[in-house]
Nanobody, 115 residues
């Protein structure tokens, strides 16, 4: 079992920046991938960014160089640095972890981009 707890969401103005954090605990020694998804009332759940334990990264096309994912292995923290935010980025952001084929989700943190 892997437990995931997100933090860092909030209200930000268009063009602003925000960093999300996710703390992983439990059976973290068998993690293969961690990352972020998001969901909004207007859109289905969509992948935002993923990172493997070897450092490989994958981003959704809509990120367009604005977001950066990172993994701090000694602390078991995954970050999502988001810049140049737009109202279309408004969503609930979920931390995910893949461990030996099992998929885990956090409770999510709300990001609202509005003036």
């Amino acid at each position: 079992q892997v437990q995931l707890v997100e933090s860092g969401g909030g209200l930000v103005q268009p063009g602003g920046s925000l960093t999300l954090s996710c703390a992983a605990s439990g059976s973290t020694s068998s993690l293969s991938n961690v990352g972020w998804y998001r969901r909004s009332p207007e859109k289905q759940r969509e992948m935002v960014a993923l990172i493997t334990m070897r450092g490989g990264v994958r981003y959704a096309d809509f990120v367009k160089g604005r977001f950066t994912i990172s993994w701090e292995n000694n602390k078991k923290l995954v970050y999502l640095r988001m810049t140049d935010l737009t109202p279309e980025d408004t969503a609930r952001y979920f931390c995910i972890a893949d461990s030996e084929g099992d998929f885990y989700w956090g409770q999510g943190t709300q990001v609202t981009v509005s003036s």
